[in-house]
């Protein structure tokens, strides 16, 4: 019954395996949210510089019109003149933050545009690599899942007859101890720890009816035949 618990996790393991790869799409699914936030960093990066354009241009045409008036002659107020002059001066070295400020807001959208255009296509040839991928995915889970069936009914005959306390023994060993609950003795080693059998346990496994446990790993013990 052990043989057959084993085959059983493995055909298990390659099953959750396959799922996870089914379930991942082939990397897709991180392929599109990486796509979706690039998209979203284009749209804001753009909007950004957008603002900033925008900004300049407003700025320029306030500049204008303070210098229509600074220089225009119809002014004549010395206060008004110098608040005139001190807004000049703050627009103008707004201006030029704004400028300044204008290349690397493109050169941001540049490049999140950029790395948006190769994930498109990265994620196109992903998805017909994953078309062909799937089908063989699918068609492996399939045949696995019949496997684990088949193994979960050939089990279920190898445990009739089996006490319910020496079979509930055994279960929870089996994952205890890495999948082998039951050792074979062989020249009076247990082949579950490599360690030599007291021989007075040797004796009881000769001739006990109920299950003798290694005293040094624990495991159940099966004599050589």
């Known amino acids: 019954m052990q043989e057959i618990d084993q085959r059983l996790a493995r055909s298990a393991a390659e099953f959750r395996k396959l799922a996870a790869e089914l379930e991942a799409e082939g990397n897709l699914k991180r392929l599109r949210e990486d796509?979706?936030?690039?998209?979203?960093?284009?749209?804001?990066?753009?909007?950004?510089?957008?603002?900033?354009?925008?900004?300049?241009?407003?700025?320029?045409?306030?500049?204008?019109?303070?210098?229509?008036?600074?220089?225009?002659?119809?002014i004549t107020n010395l206060r008004e003149l110098t608040a005139l002059e001190e807004e000049h001066r703050a627009s103008k070295r707004n201006l030029a933050a704004a400028e300044e400020s204008v290349g690397p807001a493109k050169l941001v959208n540049e490049q999140a545009s950029s790395k948006y255009d190769g994930l498109q296509i990265q994620l196109l040839d992903t998805e017909e690599e994953w078309k062909v991928t799937f089908k063989d995915l699918k068609k492996r889970a399939r045949d696995v899942s019949k496997i684990c069936k088949g193994l979960e009914i050939e089990r279920n005959g190898a445990s009739e007859g089996v006490g319910e306390r020496d079979l509930a023994l055994y279960r929870n060993l089996l994952p205890r101890k890495g999948g082998v609950a039951v050792a074979r003795v062989e020249r009076g080693i247990c082949q579950g720890c490599r360690i030599k059998l007291p021989i007075r346990e040797m004796g009881r496994l000769k001739s006990a009816d109920n299950l003798v446990m290694c005293s040094s790993c624990g495991r159940i013990l099966l004599a050589a035949t």
């Open 35 to 74: 796509s979706e936030t690039t998209r979203v960093k284009v749209m804001e990066t753009r909007l950004a510089a957008g603002k900033l354009e925008a900004e300049v241009t407003d700025l320029k045409a306030r500049m204008e019109d303070i210098e229509s008036r600074l220089y225009g002659g119809a």
